[in-house]
């Protein structure tokens, strides 16, 4: 099926050789880190202004992943909007067709029930279709948005004419922030490093359409704002993340960020994040993630661990856990189009490896197995 | 032998009569067969070259970004002028969550530079597109990385941010000899800009392929350099697919099409938008059809005459099958076989000439297209498989038309009938009747005052026209064998030599083919001729109504002037500033901009003339406004052209209202003009009025008066100095310049009459090789009695002389007809034109001596080369 909706698409728009002028943007020489801001130690973020834009650093994200339930369905969902800054140029930034920001942005939806992994990519300059807000969250791309609203999160999202989300995301917890001193090191270089803000658990609410019909889904999100310039070192190649909810009220952020030569560099995090909110930061020689469940991606040829085992060891009791990430389905890569960038985002079940027991939900993100994204991102 | 079986006994005998009665003969004839089945496939080819010239010509029309992006779904445009970018946002909000893809396209003409023998330059067209927001399409594609043609290297300067950075297709490179990096200094607008080729755009796989005079930038940078900040020409509009696309797109458009009507705009379907500028040359490109349809109809009395010459000589062994039991059934079907495979074999070979005859025709078309319509890219000619079963239909049925008579005849033949053969008998009895042919006249004039056939939108069909002409075209072709026995007179005049009376005789005793045969070359010489006074009657015409408007010194445009579709303008300071150059006495400046208005393009036209009395644009009227004068508009009436009062029914006196920027505007119509210029249609008011409508002071043309005593050229050459990118002439070049786009807009038309008239003297050689044939008895008797070989030539050539007199004759005489048909009825009603009538007497005699002396030439030939033939006593 999927092989025919392409072919259709294809037909009429007959657009790819198009898809080389991208390149050509991408493919400049994108501004080196000196020139943009870069996250300070000591620097205090204030909000609501710090969930808004900051278009003096050159890359920004604001990442929404969630599990969604109707019924007996369930589903899992990413919505993101990145900013890319780029350097000044000749023609000034117009109102209307801006030069100095590109926005990207992807959806996906994950419906383990059909096995079917929608997703869309768009890829827009700052103007009239596209932008983000300086001083509160508001960012949109075409149709897509993602705003505050008093306490309130409201995204808007679609994917092609298949999917339609609406959802209201309430923080069940305040904001965190993670790194030391405010920013979250990436590597040796201070440049390498962003300032990281997360909603660890929304209540999310709203309306999913799909397949002509209009589904009330509520359940659980994790939202990333991160504010950086560079997010990887020269010697990193990409990272596995994941955040994991757990049925407790607890969550934990992790990543592990790959080195060229096939190891784990020492900046790699695990977060545990109590109920109330407080962290507790576990350095990279203290935890481990072992890449496990291969799966090959049939459009990149990517081979993807689908099914890492984190093993930490819990702050509550000091126990060490064996942490297996299950995913719903194994199809849930974003294959790049206008952005260049592939990548495997996806829905999980978190299964404690000694009990057996489903103990939470994920979402693991897998960067650089397809192609070299710290080019794109350093 | 075995007896055949009941139910094989038809197909038998359709068998046995095929190989008896055709096969045979093709066989011993296979010139003859050849020649009948090239005149076919000569009809059918041009008849098919046309078509399909025509559809390659006009496939680009104007949505460059089909090519480049795919065809959208929705086309939203100002009625005149531009979009500000400010409507995207409205847009987007209307839409509301609706995931709608909205992409802005500025489009501009402009020109480039390419030397010295084309001072215009040569034509562009400028696309500004988001090269962002463009690919979002791809991104929707799930093979998006496939077909990648073009990405820069590393450390290159990109396309966004510059103001300097094109693209240009494959095929655009190649006619210029350009290539990547390379830098094209281009007009645009009284701009001049230095851009570089920043990459070569592969043609797409299944799409039209890149037109090669596009231009693609960036559209902030196409604004920029084109001075059209914040404009945008149109939107384009797509809906993503899926399973909800249905309701997307209703819900949607639904939004869309209230927003737009609201504010007076156009939200159209590519399609439609394709169909109403199409529509905008479909009269001529009608004619041009119809036209094409000429050679086929002389073929057909070129075939018809060839078949009843088989009937004739066949017509011993008719009698003796009649005899034998074969039904007058079996008989006419086996005639209308021959005609089938005749039509088929002359199809399937039109075809193959008729796509290779394509490929020259294309130009022709697309030139007349965009200087008298509208701009148009054209497209690789393909062989539409519909055009060519349409094609080769037409000529089966031309080839049964053409045997439909012979093979009732033959059917006729009576079992008991006289073996003699070559007799004279057959022919078609009502060719015969000389006086038919002045009842079918009396009908031609009485279905000319037919008025037009009018579809919509103000597309006029004149129908009693075509009828007419065909009418006359059958009339002339009846009443030409009334000429014969007069001409005979003629040629067997005084004593003269032997082999002259001998072909005199044969003439005054003429059968049906002699007819046939004159009667084919009337209908080509006909059309001819009265394409000729067409032609003539339009220069005359198109002359005087020049010399009348062209009275100032010097002409300047914005580049690309040559075209009705051109939108490039100068601006205020720029036109102020040329005409506050030394030497200049004044001016008459036109504004034009194309609006549509009843789902056509129309041009408001914005004049200011020249205070001088005696010096200032004169127009041709046709219905005079009160007051002439240079201040005549300024009292807020419009005038119109003469092509738009015809289409919409208009007169002095009546009121329009006129889609403007600034919302509907209404006026009087004070006066009715000529213009040959352009059938889009004209409205003329003052420049003050249009420049407030259109909130826009600039200009697209000036006419300049020098002051006296001031040498033209060197005020010419000072403009061309201070303004290099603005087009420049002196009276005298742009008077050339007309009549010679003029004559460039008849080009196709020489060559479809040429062809017919080839056909014709072809023809008339095939039909004396088929009398000579059966009158070899007689010319053995003649060489036996001591006659030449080049005596018999010479018999030859007065008997084609005395058919081709004939023909011409009454080609000549129905060509006047014609031309009055032409010029009087078909053209004002389908583009709107009043022409004087003119006959061009030097090009009937060329005509003429060319017709007789190439009849005379072929006949001698072909006389020659059958005086040897055996007397079939000796065979």
């Known amino acids: 099926m999927k092989q025919h909706e392409a072919s259709t698409r294809q037909g009429k728009a007959g657009y790819l050789t198009l898809l080389g002028l991208l390149l050509v943007f991408a493919g400049a020489p994108l501004a080196s880190a000196e020139e943009w801001n870069v996250p300070r130690v000591g620097h205090r973020l204030e909000f609501p202004r710090d969930h808004g834009s900051h278009p003096d650093f050159k890359i920004e994200w604001w990442y929404l992943t969630g599990h969604l339930f109707a019924g007996e369905r369930r589903f899992g969902f990413q919505a993101t909007f990145f900013r890319l800054g780029q350097q000044p140029v000749e023609v000034p930034a117009g109102e209307d067709f801006g030069t100095e920001q590109l926005y990207l942005a992807h959806m996906g939806l994950s419906d383990p029930e059909t096995g079917r992994f929608l997703h869309e990519e768009r890829l827009n300059r700052g103007g009239w279709d596209a932008g983000a807000m300086v001083g509160d969250l508001d960012v949109h791309n075409g149709n897509w948005t993602l705003r505050r609203e008093g306490n309130d999160l409201l995204l808007e999202g679609s994917i092609r004419a298949e999917a339609a989300l609406s959802l209201k995301l309430v923080p069940k917890k305040a904001h965190v922030i993670f790194g030391e001193d405010g920013i979250s090191r990436k590597g040796p270089e201070g440049t390498a490093s962003s300032y990281y803000i997360t909603f660890p658990r929304l209540a999310a609410e709203g309306r999913l359409e799909l397949d002509g019909v209009t589904l009330d889904v509520s359940g659980e999100a994790w939202m990333d704002h991160e504010i950086s310039s560079s997010q990887l070192d020269e010697d990193q190649i990409g990272w596995d993340w994941t955040c994991i909810q757990f049925a407790d009220g607890r969550e934990i952020m992790g990543y592990v960020l790959r080195t060229k030569g096939g190891g784990i560099s020492e900046y790699s995090k695990l977060v545990w994040i109590d109920r109330d909110g407080t962290m507790t930061h576990v350095q990279s020689g203290d935890y481990r993630w072992s890449h496990e469940g291969i799966w090959k991606s049939p459009d990149t040829g990517a081979a993807y661990p689908v099914s890492p085992l984190i093993t930490t060891r819990d702050p509550a009791d000091g126990r060490e856990r064996r942490l297996r990430l299950v995913p719903l389905m194994e199809q849930q890569e974003m294959t790049g189009g206008s952005g260049g960038v592939s990548y495997w985002e996806g829905a999980c079940d978190v299964i404690d490896e000694d009990s057996g027991e489903a103990v939470g939900r994920a979402y693991l993100e897998m960067t650089g197995y397809a192609d070299d994204i710290g080019q794109k991102l350093r | ?875």
């Open chain 2, 1 to 875: 032998m075995s007896v055949p079986s009941p139910s094989s006994r038809p197909a038998s005998i359709g068998g046995v009569l095929w190989s008896r009665l055709i096969w045979r003969h093709w066989k011993r004839e296979p010139a003859l067969t050849a020649t009948l089945a090239g005149i076919l496939a000569l009809g059918v080819a041009v008849f098919l070259a046309v078509r399909l010239a025509n559809k390659a010509a006009v496939s680009g029309f104007g949505l460059f970004t089909e090519s480049i992006s795919g065809e959208s779904d929705l086309l939203l445009r100002p009625r005149s002028g531009f979009f500000e970018t400010s409507v995207l946002r409205d847009l987007r909000e209307i839409s509301g969550k609706r995931p709608v893809d909205f992409f802005p396209v500025l489009e501009l003409s402009g020109a480039v530079q390419t030397g010295a023998e084309k001072p215009d330059g040569d034509l562009l067209r400028f696309v500004g597109v988001d090269l962002v927001a463009i690919g979002n399409a791809i991104g929707q594609s799930e093979e998006a990385g496939e077909g990648v043609g073009f990405s820069a290297e590393e450390g290159e300067p990109g396309l966004l941010g510059v103001t300097d950075a094109c693209l240009v297709g494959e095929a655009f490179a190649r006619a210029r000899g350009v290539a990547k990096d390379d830098r094209l200094r281009v007009w645009i607008n009284d701009r001049v800009a230095d851009l570089r080729i920043a990459g070569i755009l592969p043609d797409p796989a299944n799409r039209p392929a890149i037109p090669e005079n596009l231009v693609l930038m960036d559209l902030p940078a196409l604004q920029k350099v084109s001075g059209e900040t914040g404009r945008i020409s149109r939107i384009e509009i797509r809906f993503p697919e899926g399973k909800a696309e249905g309701g997307i797109r209703a819900a949607a458009s639904e939004g869309l099409a209230a927003w737009a009507q609201e504010r007076g705009h156009l939200l159209e379907t590519p399609e439609d938008r394709k169909a109403s500028v199409t529509r905008m040359s479909a009269a001529f490109r009608l004619n041009l059809t119809i036209l094409s349809g000429l050679a086929l109809l002389v073929g057909i009395y070129l075939i018809m005459q060839a078949m009843e010459a088989a009937v004739t000589k066949r017509r011993g062994e008719i009698a003796i099958l009649r005899s034998l039991g074969v039904t007058p059934d079996q008989i006419r079907r086996t005639w209308l076989t021959e005609a089938a495979v005749l039509g088929l074999v002359g199809g399937v070979l039109g075809i193959v000439l008729g796509r290779l005859l394509a490929e020259g025709l294309v130009g022709g078309i697309a030139a007349t297209v965009n200087t008298l319509y509208y701009e148009t890219t054209t497209d690789a000619v393909r062989l539409h498989p519909g055009e060519a079963a349409f094609s080769l239909v037409f000529g089966l049925i031309a080839s049964l038309v053409a045997g439909w008579i012979p093979a009732r005849e033959a059917a006729l033949t009576p079992p008991s009938q006289a073996l003699r053969q070559g007799a004279q008998g057959g022919g078609l009895v009502w060719l015969r009747r000389w006086p038919v042919g002045l009842v079918l006249f009396a009908a031609a004039v009485g279905v000319a005052r037919l008025p037009a056939l009018t579809f919509g939108e103000g597309t006029n069909f004149p129908l009693g026209g075509y009828l007419a002409a065909l009418l006359a075209v059958l009339g002339a072709s009846v009443f030409l064998g009334g000429l014969f026995p007069p001409f005979a007179r003629l040629i067997g005049w005084g004593r003269g030599e032997a082999m002259r009376r001998y072909a005199a005789s044969r003439l005054r005793a003429v059968g049906g083919r002699h007819r046939l045969t004159a009667a084919g070359l009337s209908v080509a010489i006909g059309m001819s001729a009265a394409m000729a006074i067409l032609v003539a009657s339009f220069e005359k015409t198109l002359t005087s109504w020049i010399g009348q408007l062209l009275k100032a010194d010097l002409y300047v445009a914005a580049p690309g002037s040559a075209s009705v579709a051109n939108g490039n303008r100068l601006a205020e300071v720029d036109w102020r500033a040329l005409l506050s150059l030394p030497g200049i006495d004044g001016a008459d400046t036109l504004q034009r901009h194309a609006v549509t208005y009843e789902g056509r393009e129309l041009l408001i036209g914005g004049a200011a003339y020249h205070d001088d009395p005696s010096r200032h644009l004169q127009l041709l009227w046709i219905e005079a406004p009160a007051v002439i004068g240079p201040d005549a508009l300024e009292t807020g009436g419009a005038w119109v052209s003469e092509p738009f009062a015809r289409r919409y029914a208009k007169r002095s006196g009546d009121r329009l209202t006129l889609p403007t920027p600034s919302g509907p505007r209404e006026v009087t119509i004070e006066g009715v003009y000529a213009d040959y210029g352009n059938e889009a249609g004209t409205v003329l008011v003052s420049r003050r009025l249009a420049e407030e409508w259109f909130d826009d002071r600039s200009v697209s043309n000036l006419a300049i008066y020098t002051s006296p005593g001031v040498d033209p050229e060197a005020v010419l050459e000072s403009i061309r100095g201070r303004f290099p990118a603005l087009v420049t002439r002196t009276n005298e070049k742009l008077r050339e310049e007309s009549i010679r786009i003029f004559h460039q807009t008849f080009a196709v038309t020489y060559a479809l009459e040429a062809i017919a008239v080839v056909i014709a003297v072809a023809g008339l050689g095939l039909a004396l090789a088929g009398l000579l044939l059966e009158r070899r008895n007689e010319l053995a008797t003649l060489r036996a009695l001591g006659a030449t070989r080049r005596d018999i030539a010479r018999a030859a050539m007065w008997e084609g002389l005395g058919i081709a007199l004939a023909g011409l004759a009454g080609g000549l005489a129905v060509s006047f007809f014609l031309g009055w048909i032409l010029i009087g009825v078909i053209n004002p009603q389908s583009f709107g034109w009043t022409l004087r009538y003119a006959v061009p007497w030097g090009m009937f005699v060329f005509l003429s001596g060319v017709t007789l002396a190439t009849a005379a030439l072929v006949a001698w030939t072909v006389g020659y080369r059958n005086a040897n033939l055996k007397s079939d006593r000796e065979e």
